[in-house]
């Protein structure tokens, strides 16, 4: 595709903006920000996914998402392409939205990262503003820099590394951190509690001052390494609620006690807070996991013990194995037993399985001789690909039909529809009807009249041998 047009005088209510990535974070801003008015190029070098978006395809299921596509490829304030590097000399205001995958190690890789430093340092052809929106560690903006001004066929001497960019090499770098939830990706963008904007010029801030003005939303500016920061401490700090409250369950299983109320009785503290207290399978996902580790990684290579965190990871891990000793206690052996499998995506809302827990919770079974009926409203066509159909594995069209003659129906995602099903339908359909909840979405009450044995997380229903059960008071809503 031949280069688009840029106007040789920046002017920041007519500057184009460049999303390079256009993922589950790229294409939800680009669009937010075409939503907003903005003249938006959106890049990515995977040509398949880029005609797929034009024909109106975002490649992945979020709420909105198809409607605001649509809606800007026919006004044209939306333009996909794959040649980067044409889209990196239109822009001047370019946002980094590529994939940062996790090494073995648990660093985060930042080869996407670097590759477009070196591409935008190659395209300078006027002032540009580099925006990390890709989650990256502390100090990766100055890494951004420092190859810019490495790979600049522009560059001139020392005097090109300025803190401002200034001199033949005209450029600012900034962190301005996503906050998107999968599932809520553009309520977040348009209503966000906070953005962060890590600066290092009054240039870069004045700019995302004014790109992020409609939104009339609290600004957080600091630096950029204290940008960056935030990020991973706010996703690492959500896993410590979900481990904790995860800890707390199994205690409650122990005692007699309800994690439901445990978890109103102390969110209700509003220094606590409600939200992430809801017990259950743990968290997966694209970034809870992998910001985690590579939060702990980071806190490694400059000696800083984040032993905390490590048992935050410990406790998530360890829900596999929880969940799946409560469908051994309930079935005993579990060869030739048939399970319904309600929920593959790792979040409801989504169609996205990367390190769902739901396909790790599936995994012992299988190897131990079940036949698996699964269903999910959106997450099936991706779990096929990584776990192909076969005389173990079948896949439903709806949660009943994952229920037809099963042993066990496991809840493993919070999807709404769920809560809703017809539980005498269910039950008549099972062979034998037990329901192994992960998401205490039901009153124990409720499904036990229904006719069912009920297993869930943390609330009365599991008690130690002798002890008397008391019905529930609360359930847990999504």
Not at 363 to 379: F, H, K, S, T, V
């Amino acid at each position: 595709m031949s280069d688009i047009s840029v106007s040789q005088d920046f002017s920041l209510d007519k500057a184009a903006i460049t999303v390079l990535g256009l993922g589950h974070i790229g294409l939800p801003t680009a669009l937010g920000l075409a939503e907003l008015g903005r003249q938006v190029i959106g890049a990515d070098d995977d040509a398949a996914k880029v005609q797929r978006i034009r024909a109106g395809d975002p490649n992945f299921y979020e709420p909105g998402l198809v409607e605001l596509l649509a809606k800007h490829l026919k006004s044209g304030q939306f333009q996909p392409q794959e040649d980067v590097a044409a889209a990196v000399r239109a822009g001047s205001i370019i946002f980094i939205c590529v994939g940062t995958p996790q090494k073995a190690s648990g660093q985060a890789d930042l080869g996407q990262v670097q590759a477009v430093a070196q591409v935008v340092a190659r395209n300078l052809n006027g002032y540009k503003l580099l925006i990390e929106k890709s989650t990256v560690p502390a100090i990766t903006a100055q890494w951004l820099r420092r190859t810019i001004l490495r790979y600049s066929s522009r560059k001139g001497g020392p005097e090109d590394a300025s803190a401002s960019g200034a001199g033949p090499v005209e450029f600012d770098v900034a962190s301005n951190p996503e906050f998107l939830r999968e599932a809520r990706a553009l309520e977040d963008f348009f209503h966000p509690n906070r953005i962060v904007c890590g600066v290092e010029s009054e240039r870069a801030r004045r700019i995302l001052e004014n790109l992020y003005s409609p939104l009339k939303r609290p600004l957080v500016v600091t630096n950029t390494s204290t940008a960056e920061l935030i990020k991973h401490a706010a996703n690492a700090f959500l896993s410590m609620k979900i481990s904790f409250i995860n800890m707390v369950s199994d205690l409650c299983e122990k005692v007699g006690a309800d994690v439901g109320a445990v978890a109103r009785g102390i969110g209700l503290d509003n220094r606590i807070g409600p939200q992430f207290l809801d017990a259950g399978i743990g968290y997966g996902g694209y970034c809870f996991p992998k910001d985690l580790r590579a939060f702990i990684h980071l806190a490694e290579e400059h000696g800083v013990d984040f032993g905390m965190l490590q048992e935050v990871e410990h406790v998530n891990q360890s829900r596999v194995e929880v969940y799946v000793s409560k469908i051994r206690q309930a079935l005993w052996n579990l060869r030739g037993k048939i399970l319904g499998v309600l929920g593959l995506a790792f979040k409801a809302g989504t169609d996205d399985i990367r390190e769902a827990v739901c396909l790790k919770i599936i995994a012992p079974p299988r190897d131990e001789g079940c036949i698996l009926r699964l269903y999910d409203p959106q997450a099936m066509p991706n779990t096929e690909r990584a776990l192909p159909a076969s005389q173990q594995i079948s896949y439903c069209t709806s949660a009943y039909g994952a229920a037809q003659g099963g042993h066990a129906l496991l809840l493993l995602t919070e999807w709404p529809e769920f809560r809703d099903l017809d539980l005498s339908r269910l039950k008549s359909l099972m062979e034998v009807p037990v329901l192994v909840d992960g998401r205490n979405p039901f009153d124990p009450g409720t499904v036990r009249q229904a006719g069912f044995e009920y297993v869930s997380m943390g609330r009365p229903d599991m008690k130690p041998a002798g002890q008397h059960s008391h019905p529930g008071t609360l359930a847990a809503s999504f």
